[in-house]
Structures are given as C-alpha cells and as structure tokens.
C-alpha cells in the first residue's frame, strides 16, 4: 500500500508543524508519511515542544526544523498551513489539497514556566484533535 504524502507548513517548523507530522507518523503511518517545513526555518527544535510532546508518549528524536525550500520538488496528497505566518502568498510544493488550519502560536505565550507548558500542551492537544478529524478515517 502507497502512503499518502502530507507535507505541514508553519514559519519556524519548531512547534506546531513538527507536532503534527510526528503525531501524524507516530498515530497513523500506516496510511501516511508526513513531512513538515518552515518559510524560515528556526536553527533547533523548541525545547517545550520536546518536552510536552514526550509528555504524549511522541519521542522527537531525528527530527529538525527544515525549510520549504528542500520540498518544492515533491509532490503531496496533502499540503497544510498551520499558521498565519506562512503567508499564503508563499509557493507552496505541489499538492491534491492544500489546507490552512491555523493554530496559535505556543513560542509566543509568556508567563511563568507552567503557564507555558499549558499553553504548549493546548496547542499540542488542538493539533492532534485535528489530525485526528482530518486524517483518521479510513478513507484518509
């Protein structure tokens, strides 16, 4: 069985991106080989984002931000913008459907270290919510 390719796309790809292509392999590789990439792209991965993924059993060993750049001779069954900071505007890879589902911003929340971690956590839960909406019925 071929995999569908689905490519998410946010502007650093040290959050929410990372966390959608992880949850994504990790829940439903089965049917889909997820990718993710930045406009531009942080030097290293947000540390809260390791840390309230492996909170969720996703371990991120391997992966790194990457800009969109290396993708735009790559064709996917799925393209999704998950910020409003990757501009619409911006070239996106080939694609059969392109999304944009925006989520905040969890790099932005301020305060002290757990309302940080609340805030990655919503976020993280919002992510996989939708991914399992959008790509968890058996027809993909």
């Known amino acids: 069985m ?7 796309v946010c502007s650093h790809n040290a959050g929410r991106s990372q966390m959608a292509e992880a949850y994504l392999n990790a829940r439903y590789g089965d049917r889909y080989a997820a990718y993710s990439a930045g406009n531009f792209p942080s030097s290293r991965m ?12 996703i371990p991120m060993d391997g992966y790194a931000p990457k800009p969109l750049d290396g993708f735009m001779a790559d064709h996917f069954a799925v393209a999704a913008r998950l910020c409003t900071c990757a ?13 944009e589902r925006l989520f905040p911003d969890p790099s932005e929340f301020y305060g002290s270290e757990e309302e940080k971690l609340r805030g990655f956590r919503e976020v993280r839960d919002l992510i996989f919510a939708w991914v399992d909406e959008t790509f968890g019925d058996a027809d993909g």
């Open 46 to 57: 947000n540390a809260v984002t390791l840390r309230v993924m492996a909170e969720a059993g």
């Open 87 to 99: 501009d619409p505007s911006l070239r996106l890879p080939a694609a059969d459907r392109v999304i």
């Open 2 to 8: 071929t995999k569908s390719k689905v490519l998410f």
